[in-house]
């Protein structure tokens, strides 16, 4: 009777810190999302968007500060959303990403004695009966698992060729702290699907959807020694990377034991400095093993952060360095479709050519662009793009004038903000695997540009798909010819058009500042309206209280009128 109290008062607790972690997830986003909604899109319509501007570094270091603690206190996926941002260093400002960086390294272990509850559960033995010994300090303690090092007994090591292991083991209770965590990022999506610049560029509940069934792969050790060993075959023959082996005999879906193939961290310069082995060498062949498993083997590691990563001192193979990259934590994988994968190497080709139309057809062959678009505005955009920033790297982009940047966006931003672009649903995890290769590779050389590793990685696409390209010039050279039997007809209806004075010719710069200057002068109209009927029912308030109040309750209306955002 006791123990059944006991456990229902378990469950209780249980059930209670479970409501208490969703409801804390959303209290902080909610918060959050309202403080960016008045500072980003109220304070600037108001007039007042110096002020937005001036508090902004300091608005996204609390925001840092809230969220490292919130993930470190929580773990679980809040742990995968920091280590996320903290490796944006190409995009997010460094007051959020140093700030986030020590969640890769500072997950709280867990206490070895529940570890060994789990692990002896999960082999159906004592973890002595199991393994010649056990290191019980753990040499990483991640956000859904804890790894510990250890020796196999004699035999299974004979068998396997290997003696020192890894024996990592999920931490006790994460399927449900995944759960909720789920469960508090579809609410948040559906919030999210609520504003409309959102909705229309996603589907959010698709994107959650696939998120979440990323999540419980990745708490399913089984299936991460398949993904491992599936790796490991495609990349085979590249002598630049490394693998750890499985142990089946010791791994269940909630015990994993590998290869102990601990090295140096791949953003730890001191080390790899004692080492021999210089951080800018190490950049673009880390790009460009992220580039092999993209767009040639279509299977690939999503989730490349530091910690993830070794750089394995090991003898020259012919690549010109005595080091290999080895990869670790296969939980987090993604494929790319073969059609996806041809969109994205002719993105390749086209962004190391220059080719603003180029880049712009790959980007509706992958499905970024809907094909009823029109994208020639976007060519444009895109060819003046590379014309200016083309081929310049992050520290560079860093240093132009960031009027330079304002010009360009208010060139082109409307066009871009017009079309209807939207994310693919596969297209998620290609885009967190792109965006943590190069924020590691701007941490290893902070001018690494990007260009260096795009152009010859593009050169050998062209050269092995000679058929393609001769394809693609007959294409273009039909696409010519075709222009050339219409540009008659299209001349005779130019010239009708000028006769008949119905020629339009649009600048967009000059209609949005035109529209700007009318939405300014309505705002000062309404502002003096406002003003003027605040003030009469100040006035006739002390003779008559009833009109006093019908002029200030009308003035709520120019004031509406003025706050009112502009059409788009």
Known sequence: MASGLHGLTKTKRRSGDTRARYRRILRFAAWHL????????????????????????????????????????????????GQFMSSRLDVLPPEITAELEGLQDEVPPVAFSAIRELAEQELGAPLEAVFASIDQTPIAAASLGQAHRAQLLPGIAEDTGLGSVVFKVQRPGIDRIVDVDLAALRRVGGWLRRIRIVSARADVPALIKEFSQTSLEEIDYLNEAANSERFAADLADDARVAVPAVVWERT???????EDVTAIKITDAAKLAAAGIDPVQVAPVFASVMFDQLFTHGFFHADPHPGNIFVTPAPDSGQGHPWKLTFIDFGMMGEVPVKTRSGLRKLLIAAAARDGRGLVAAISDIGVLVPSADSVKLEQAMTQLFARFGGMGFAELKEVDPREFRDFAMEFGDVVRSLPFQLPENFLLIIRAMSLTSGVCSSLDARFNLWDSVEPYAARLLRDERGNVVRDAASQAWEIAAAAVAMPRRLDALIRKVDEGSLEVANPRLERHMAKLVRLGQRVVAALIFGALLIAGALVRPEDHVLSNVLMICSVLPLLFGLRPPRS
Do not use: D, Q
Request: charged letters at 25%; hydrophobic letters at 50%.
């Open 252 to 258: 269940t879906r909630r015990v994993l034991t590998l």
């Open 34 to 81: 309202a403080v960016t909604w008045w500072y980003e899109l109220i304070l600037p319509r108001v007039g007042l968007r110096g002020l937005a501007e001036r508090t902004r570094a300091r608005r996204m270091r609390h925001f840092a500060r809230r969220f490292h603690s919130l993930a470190v206190e929580l773990g679980g996926l809040m742990i995968k959303v």
